[in-house]
């Protein structure tokens, strides 16, 4: 029993690995040459391994696309959450969650660029694309900075203000790093990280009464 149960192990640990070869390819697959071209045959080139292989741990492109977005989405979420908790007060949190927010797309370039492609290029049986979709599930970061917000607000830390509209605000500009060329060309991460935490921080004082 213990030969067998190491040897279930072995195998799901093998096979772990591989479906995270697999996913690692396909980032880097859309990457370097986009959603459209990122084809099991292209992605199995850059793993070093067959289509078969794809094809025995994941049943399709479309599946195997929703496991990347999965694990990017989640990748991203550990990594700023990380950096957010070991803080106490709202405004070290909305601080680190900025900072945090942005430093991931600079050191995940690569990432960045396949979760765009995925969302902006994949879509649902019904033909629906992926952007469309409404999650019946609070995304975990939208909450995060909801939480922050409204914290801060409860504890007279910020002032009165739409908790719904600043969120917007916050991710937009967060957002607008990754996608605008014209804006990273001329501004740098650091400043951008410093200049738009100032501007929130003032715009979060609001109305103090």
């Given at each position: 029993m213990k030969s067998t149960t190491k040897t279930d192990s072995k195998q799901s640990f093998i096979a772990e690995a591989r479906r995270a070869q697999i996913i690692e390819a396909a980032i880097k697959t859309l990457d370097e040459i986009g959603?459209?071209?990122?084809?099991?045959?292209?992605?199995?080139?850059r793993a070093g391994i067959s289509t078969a292989l794809i094809s025995y741990h994941f049943s399709d492109k479309d599946d195997l696309m929703d496991h990347v977005l999965m694990h990017l989405l989640g990748e991203s979420t550990s990594y700023v959450l990380d950096r957010v908790h070991p803080?106490?007060?709202?405004h070290?949190?909305?601080?680190?969650?900025?900072?945090?927010?942005?430093?991931?797309?600079?050191t995940h370039r690569a990432h960045n660029s396949a979760l765009v492609e995925?969302?902006?290029?994949?879509?649902?049986?019904?033909n629906v694309p992926y952007y469309k979709?409404?999650?019946?599930?609070?995304?975990?970061?939208?909450?995060?900075?909801?939480q922050i917000l409204q914290d801060g607000q409860e504890k007279g830390d910020f002032g009165v203000f739409n908790v719904n509209v600043m969120c917007s605000?916050?991710?937009g500009a967060i957002g607008e790093y990754m996608l605008n060329t014209a804006v990273t060309q001329k501004v740098d991460l650091e400043t951008y990280s410093?200049?738009?935490?100032?501007?929130?921080?003032?715009?979060?004082?609001?109305?103090?009464?």
């Open positions: 959603y459209i071209q990122a084809s099991l045959a292209q992605i199995a080139k803080h106490s007060t709202p070290a949190k909305l601080n680190a969650f900025i900072f945090a927010s942005l430093a991931y797309q600079g995925i969302i902006f290029n994949a879509r649902t049986p019904d979709l409404s999650d019946d599930e609070e995304e975990p970061l939208l909450h995060e900075l909801q605000l916050i991710q410093n200049e738009l935490t100032k501007i929130v921080q003032q715009a979060s004082k609001g109305i103090s009464d």
